[in-house]
């Protein structure tokens, strides 16, 4: 951890929160990720030591409380880690409104935007059974082309690998397009009629997308010009 030999508490709180990938883990923590893995999917570029290394530093500072259970370690955030939150969510307000007129093609990732859709999507729409939808990325080769998002239950599961159910929406688009659409950067009714959205199935999902869809937290943020 560096030291930035100070008592102003802004000094302290930086020395905390100041390295590489700690505010993003408090960003998955706060989301609801409790499991070293899910991390890892919310945080792909991370190496695992480097997460290993950045929660046990959190867990020394108080922010962030370890858990041993019957389903394996668990990770938490402590009543210090929960006061963060709400500064989190206000460097994504900040962050969506300033920090984001030029995304990089390095910035787009597949793995990242589909473990975010999953987590937001309105699973209570599709009721009871299962529902399995399809997205396919023209724009990426073929380990990161094709996804699955299989709903049963209320919950959301997101798939790399086929899971072998029978597809009932097929989402043709490419990561840019719905990237912009899930952060409310392109209209998604613009991406169908322009055909960057392609959609294959049923009448009712296709018409439905935009309930059941979801979009980012901070989609409604107006961006400075």
Not at 19 to 24: F, G
Not at 112 to 132: C, K, P, Q, S, V
Request: aromatic share 8%; glycine share 8%.
């Amino acid at each position: 951890m560096s030291r930035y030999g100070q008592f102003c508490p802004i000094a302290k709180t930086s020395e905390i929160l100041g390295e590489r990938w700690t505010n993003l883990i408090i960003r998955e923590l706060g989301a609801g990720s409790e499991t070293f893995n899910d991390m890892r999917r919310g945080l792909p570029l991370i190496s695992p030591s480097l997460l290993s290394s950045r929660l046990k530093s959190l867990e020394a500072a108080g922010v962030v409380a370890r858990t041993e259970t019957e389903d394996g370690i668990r990770y938490t955030l402590t009543e210090a880690g929960l006061e963060l939150k709400p500064i989190i969510l206000q460097m994504g307000i900040w962050g969506h409104r300033w920090a984001r007129s030029k995304l990089a093609p390095e910035d787009l990732d597949p793995s990242l935007l589909m473990w975010d859709i999953h987590r937001t999507m309105n699973a209570a729409y599709f009721g009871a059974g299962r529902t399995t939808l399809h997205i396919e990325f023209a724009d990426f080769d073929a380990k990161f082309r094709r996804w699955w998002l299989v709903i049963e239950d209320g919950e959301v599961d997101v798939c790399m690998k086929d899971p072998g159910h029978e597809v009932d929406l097929t989402v043709s688009t490419d990561v840019r397009t719905l990237t912009g659409v899930w952060m409310g950067d392109i209209g998604l009714g613009q991406a169908l009629r322009n055909k960057r959205i392609r959609l294959t199935g049923p009448t009712r999902l296709k018409r439905d997308i935009a309930t059941w869809l979801g979009r980012n937290y901070f989609a409604d943020i107006s961006v400075a010009m």
